[in-house]
């Protein structure tokens, strides 16, 4: 059951809910709130879920809370990030949504930023990302640039720019940017009229998911060229560590990708074909972060067995003996794994996993 540790609203709509799952989060959070709460100009909600950390970022959140009325709190029993983002979503009452991660940064001028380039006729307003490490970023050559609007042929090719990962593909808007909840900014109404929130049975790549759905119903978007947000970045991250049962989640995501396509994208010759590529791509998640992963505690033995597993699997199966699937068409890591995957050369993989772990 959620419990609500928030002053109650009151006053007229917010312009910005920044929405914060937070989990096991003490050392991190204050910064990330702080970097909030400063640009404060009345216009501001922070709704921040406690998803049941096990730490003391319960304290922290009350403490907040208490000393700023516009900060509102929900507790709950730990059921992982996309629920969190959801009951935050179920709370918000402003204009624009802006998911914020509970140990990045939100930059100096950001709700300024959005005051001046929100407009009402946009469904998502995307900005830039930097990664930091511990030191907190230097933000001084952080400025408001150009902008430009997405809509008509533009906007079909956003959609498939979602997932599209050819290295001969120039994306509108980059892949480290696009897909992310962060560093953007949605109209909140175009969210609950088409009824779009994070999908619970997805965990893994949640976040693609959840723009590629609400982008085929997006009417305009548009990129405002200045960095709203910055991306604590870390060697121990969910995208980086050793995950032996990935496929399982793979697959809710797969699934997830080829339900969107079927209903929203049916008569698109371009997102069936990505789709495939798709498929070959969360092999290569799979095989890295599994078999050929430097802390993945098997026998060389073992994890061939586990390489050899994942490429008979009937997910991946059919798309590695598909000749009309291209690896080269990928970037050129990407291709390097794809093809030796292919060839199902796993001795020179797990080489490739070690040296990748050194390289970190």
Same mark, same amino acid.
């Given at each position: 059951?959620?419990?609500?540790l928030?002053?109650?609203r009151?006053?007229?709509e917010?312009?910005?809910?920044?929405?914060?799952?937070?989990?096991?989060?003490?050392?991190?959070?204050?910064?990330?709130?702080?970097?909030?709460?400063?640009?404060d100009d009345?216009s501001?909600?922070?709704?921040c879920?406690?998803?049941?950390?096990?730490?003391?970022?319960?304290?922290?959140?009350?403490?907040?809370?208490?000393?700023?009325?516009?900060?509102?709190?929900?507790?709950?029993?730990?059921?992982?990030?996309?629920?969190?983002?959801?009951?935050?979503?179920?709370?918000?009452?402003?204009?624009?949504?802006c998911?914020?991660?509970?140990?990045?940064?939100?930059?100096?001028?950001?709700?300024?930023?959005?005051?001046?380039?929100?407009?009402?006729?946009?469904?998502?307003?995307?900005?830039?990302?930097?990664?930091?490490?511990?030191?907190?970023?230097?933000?001084?050559?952080?400025?408001?640039?150009?902008?430009?609007?997405i809509?008509?042929?533009?906007l079909?090719?956003?959609?498939?720019?979602?997932?599209?990962?050819?290295?001969?593909?120039?994306?509108?808007?980059?892949?480290?940017?696009?897909?992310?909840?962060?560093?953007?900014?949605?109209?909140?109404?175009?969210?609950?009229?088409?009824?779009?929130?994070?999908r619970?049975?997805?965990?893994?790549?949640?976040?693609?998911?959840?723009?590629?759905?609400?982008?085929s119903?997006?009417?305009?978007?548009?990129?405002?060229?200045?960095?709203?947000?910055?991306?604590?970045?870390?060697?121990?991250?969910?995208?980086?560590?050793?995950?032996?049962?990935?496929?399982?989640?793979?697959? !809710?995501? /797969?699934?997830? #990708? @080829?339900?969107?396509? +079927?209903?929203? =994208?049916? %008569?698109?010759k371009?997102? !069936?074909? /990505?789709?495939? #590529? @798709?498929?070959f791509? +969360?092999?290569? =998640?799979? %095989?890295?972060?599994?078999?050929?992963?430097?802390?993945?505690?098997?026998?060389?033995?073992?994890?061939?067995?586990?390489?050899?597993?994942?490429?008979?699997?009937?997910?991946?199966?059919?798309?590695i003996?598909?000749?009309?699937?291209?690896?080269?068409?990928?970037?050129?890591?990407?291709?390097?794994?794809?093809?030796?995957?292919?060839?199902?050369w796993?001795?020179?993989?797990?080489?490739?996993?070690?040296?990748?772990?050194?390289?970190?």
């Amino acid at each position: 059951m959620n419990r609500s540790l928030s002053i109650p609203r009151t006053g007229e709509e917010p312009f910005v809910s920044f929405l914060i799952p937070v989990y096991n989060a003490e050392r991190e959070l204050p910064a990330t709130l702080d970097s909030i709460v400063k640009q404060d100009d009345g216009s501001i909600e922070i709704i921040c879920v406690n998803d049941g950390s096990r730490d003391n970022s319960g304290a922290v959140l009350e403490t907040y809370s208490r000393n700023y009325p516009f900060i509102h709190v929900v507790t709950q029993e730990n059921q992982g990030i996309t629920c969190a983002r959801n009951a935050a979503l179920e709370q918000a009452s402003g204009e624009w949504i802006c998911f914020v991660d509970n140990d990045d940064i939100v930059a100096d001028q950001a709700v300024d930023v959005f005051h001046k380039t929100a407009e009402a006729d946009v469904d998502i307003v995307y900005f830039d990302y930097e990664k930091f490490m511990d030191r907190l970023p230097d933000q001084s050559a952080n400025h408001l640039g150009d902008s430009m609007y997405i809509h008509g042929n533009r906007l079909v090719k956003l959609q498939s720019d979602c997932i599209n990962r050819f290295k001969k593909n120039v994306p509108i808007i980059s892949h480290k940017t696009m897909p992310t909840p962060w560093a953007k900014i949605y109209r909140r109404s175009f969210l609950t009229e088409h009824g779009l929130k994070f999908r619970s049975d997805v965990k893994h790549e949640e976040d693609v998911v959840f723009n590629y759905e609400l982008l085929s119903y997006c009417h305009a978007a548009k990129k405002v060229d200045y960095i709203s947000y910055y991306y604590r970045w870390s060697v121990e991250s969910e995208s980086h560590r050793y995950r032996p049962d990935l496929i399982d989640d793979v697959r !809710h995501t /797969l699934r997830a #990708y @080829r339900e969107i396509i +079927e209903r929203c =994208y049916p %008569t698109r010759k371009d997102m !069936h074909e /990505l789709y495939q #590529y @798709r498929v070959f791509w +969360e092999l290569l =998640y799979c %095989t890295v972060l599994g078999p050929i992963h430097p802390l993945n505690p098997n026998s060389y033995s073992v994890r061939r067995q586990q390489f050899r597993t994942l490429l008979n699997d009937p997910l991946f199966k059919p798309v590695i003996g598909d000749r009309r699937i291209r690896t080269t068409r990928f970037e050129i890591k990407q291709s390097v794994l794809a093809t030796l995957i292919r060839i199902r050369w796993f001795w020179m993989l797990n080489r490739l996993g070690k040296i990748v772990g050194k390289a970190r």
